[in-house]
């Protein structure tokens, strides 16, 4: 258009301006990023990371000296192991206890304990023995793991439902072409990234405020959080569903549900299942740590064996966990398979 | 010709699109009732501008609509929808959804929305797809395949069953053998002559290729710029009148070729 324009076009190739290697303009951004990743380093102690990592690695390698990562992760691991299976429940305590029918698989036992007193007469310590009877099922704590384990799944469930309906809303208001007008098109997108933007962790712990200790909060903080994610999928996707078929309905008549229901889900479906799949998996793992705040699930058993230092249990909640996950993983690559 | 026979009559109807573009400018045309009018015209000459402008998916920004006498309101496309039927250029079927689906969704505006939802279409409806689908050259093994699994013909096929369904006294097609090999052209136009004959409608075409024009036409009607340059039978279509149609100017070669003129020349035609 203007005259510089032409003077450049218009001038032989060999002279042609070519651009440097670096501009200078990179070059000051690449060093700017350096100096920042410097500083940050200092203060989340990346050098000292390397230096214990790299430590851990050559003693873990040459099998001599010693590294405080290895020594630390050793001794978790030690106290760990053996996974506590059993449970073990003192008779006196269980309600309405029925000698003639115990549970299946569980027996009794006479636990002896020593116990230290003080006498008031003599003031001298004595020891006695006390016996207490004892009801020891084998597998009994890994049954309540377990039992914690698909309550776990169960909130996730629940939570990813409650995300996809909170969606739908969210997906048809939010999509430009089927929003009402502008006001509520910007409103909606807004709820959808406010919803992501509060990690459901944090809003569990002040859903368990308002709902009590349990699965409620947790379904809830799910749910909320994954529908500002699904939202934003399930809108974007209709915005770019392919436009031919959405005008030859529109020309045959049909209003913006039916163009919803035959244009446009027809052709998103498959997507929106595979973003369904992936909240799921994400929900499930979020659903095992959101006990920690007390919102259900598994992770609040966790928490408190943590707490009271009971690590076999804590090893037997991560092997469950572990496995559950792994299992997960793949029952979804299977579905995904077939699906696709 | 009358105009109480007309079934479509545009008067001075003109579309001037967002960026300014004036895609279609006063145009008068009068198609009478039961007639196959091809639109003809290079790319960019309007013609599926003004096919818009009658099925409704733009509002001209100018001039009256009239089917059959009466002039169509902007914006009520649900009662347009049922008279008046659109085949689209390339892929307008919805790829995933069935054969059978495709063709019903084209009665949609004749279903209350419940129905439409649920996808209760009703048994006779179903069985006036499974005709037309007959109709048309499929058979009964494709009725629940999905529509992309299809081939461009078999695609095309299904459209004009979709078109027919809803009984519409007026078939608007666009470009419909644009991305098809020329026999298969060939069928499918006559197929489009035949069911419109059939069933008693008539049809506004647009079309780039001058001998199928030639070969389909009742009447051939020219646009170039968004203006009809050109009205004829296709026996009267010569090189002279071909020649005034494809003028140079609209072409990129022919603007690479002589910039100047041809910047004036799209100028004169866009004002
Ligand atoms: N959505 C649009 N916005 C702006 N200009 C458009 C749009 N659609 C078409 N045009 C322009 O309008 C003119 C006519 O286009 P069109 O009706 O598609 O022609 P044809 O179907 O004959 O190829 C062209 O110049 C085209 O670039
Ligand atoms: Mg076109």
Redesign the interface.
């Known amino acids: 258009m203007s005259a510089s324009d032409s003077v450049v076009a218009a001038r032989p190739p060999q002279q042609w301006a070519l651009r440097p290697w670096l501009r200078t303009r990179t070059l000051l951004l690449l060093l700017l990023l350096a100096a920042l990743a410097l500083v940050s380093a200092r203060r989340t102690e990346i050098d000292r990371m390397f230096a214990l990592s790299a430590e851990a690695v050559a003693v873990g390698v040459g099998g001599e000296g010693h590294s405080q990562v290895l020594d630390g992760l050793a001794r978790i691991v030690g106290h760990l192991w053996p996974l506590q299976l059993s449970e073990t429940r003192p008779v006196s305590r269980i309600e309405n206890f029925d000698r003639a029918q115990l549970p299946w698989g569980s027996h009794l036992e006479v636990e002896r304990r020593r116990e230290q007193h003080l006498d008031p007469d003599t003031l001298q310590m004595t020891e006695t023995t006390v016996e207490r009877e004892v009801l020891v099922e084998p597998y009994g704590y890994l049954l309540h793991v377990l039992w914690l384990m698909v309550e776990t799944l169960e909130i996730a469930a629940w939570g990813t439902l409650i995300a996809i309906v909170l969606a739908a809303p969210l997906a048809v208001l939010g999509a430009r072409g089927y929003s009402p007008n502008r006001a509520v098109y910007a409103l909606t997108r807004g709820i959808s990234s406010l919803l992501r933007a509060i990690p459901d962790l944090v809003s569990a712990l002040f859903l368990v405020l308002a709902f009590g200790f349990g699965p409620i909060a947790g379904v809830l903080a799910l749910g909320l959080h994954t529908a500002g994610f699904l939202g934003k999928f399930f809108a974007e996707d209709v915005e770019n569903a392919p436009r031919g078929p959405q005008d030859a309905l529109r020309a045959a008549g049909a209003g913006r549900l039916e163009l919803l229901r035959y244009a446009v889900l027809p052709q998103v479906l498959p997507s929106y299942i595979g973003y369904i799949q992936y909240i799921l998996e994400r929900n499930i793992r979020t659903a095992t740590v959101i006990g920690i705040v007390g919102a259900g699930g598994i992770g609040q058993e966790l928490k408190g064996r943590f707490e009271m230092f009971d690590f076999q249990h804590v090893g037997t909640i991560l092997v469950v966990i572990f496995l559950t996950v792994v299992a997960l993983e793949l029952i979804t690559g299977r579905m995904r398979a077939r699906l696709i | 010709m009358s105009d109480a026979e007309a079934m479509l009559r545009l008067h001075g109807v003109g579309v001037r699109y967002a960026d300014g573009t004036v895609a279609l400018d006063a145009v008068e045309l009068s198609v009478p009732r039961g007639q196959f009018c091809v639109l003809l015209g290079s790319s960019g000459a309007g013609k599926s501008t003004l096919l818009r402008a009658v099925?409704?998916?733009i509002v001209p920004s100018s001039g009256v609509v009239e089917l059959d006498g009466q002039a169509l309101r902007p914006g009520d496309?649900?009662?347009?929808?049922?008279k008046?039927?659109?085949i689209?250029q390339?892929?307008?079927?919805?790829?995933?959804?069935s054969v059978l689906?495709n063709v019903l969704?084209?009665?949609?505006?004749a279903l209350p929305?419940w129905r439409?939802?649920l996808g209760r279409f009703g048994r006779a409806r179903q069985r006036a797809a499974c005709m037309l689908l007959a109709e048309v050259g499929l058979d009964e093994s494709q009725l629940y395949r999905r529509a992309s699994e299809l081939s461009g013909g078999q695609q095309q096929r299904v459209g004009i069953a979709?078109a027919f369904i809803?009984r519409p006294p007026l078939v608007l097609a666009d470009e419909p053998v644009a991305s098809l090999d020329p026999r298969i052209s060939r069928d499918i136009l006559a197929l489009l002559r035949r069911s419109a004959r059939m069933h008693g409608a008539t049809v506004l075409c647009s079309l780039h290729q001058i001998e199928l024009a030639r070969e389909f036409a009742d009447r051939i009607v020219g646009m170039r710029g968004g203006r009809i340059v050109l009205d004829c039978a296709p026996q009267q279509l010569d090189d002279a009148r071909l020649a005034a149609l494809y003028q140079r100017g609209t072409s990129d070669a022919a603007v690479a070729a002589a910039p100047a003129a041809a910047a004036i020349e799209i100028e004169g035609l866009r004002a």
């Open positions: 099925n409704g998916l496309l649900r009662s347009r929808g049922r008046i039927a659109t689209h390339g892929i307008d079927l919805v790829p995933r959804l689906d969704c084209g009665d949609i505006a929305l439409a939802l979709r809803s």
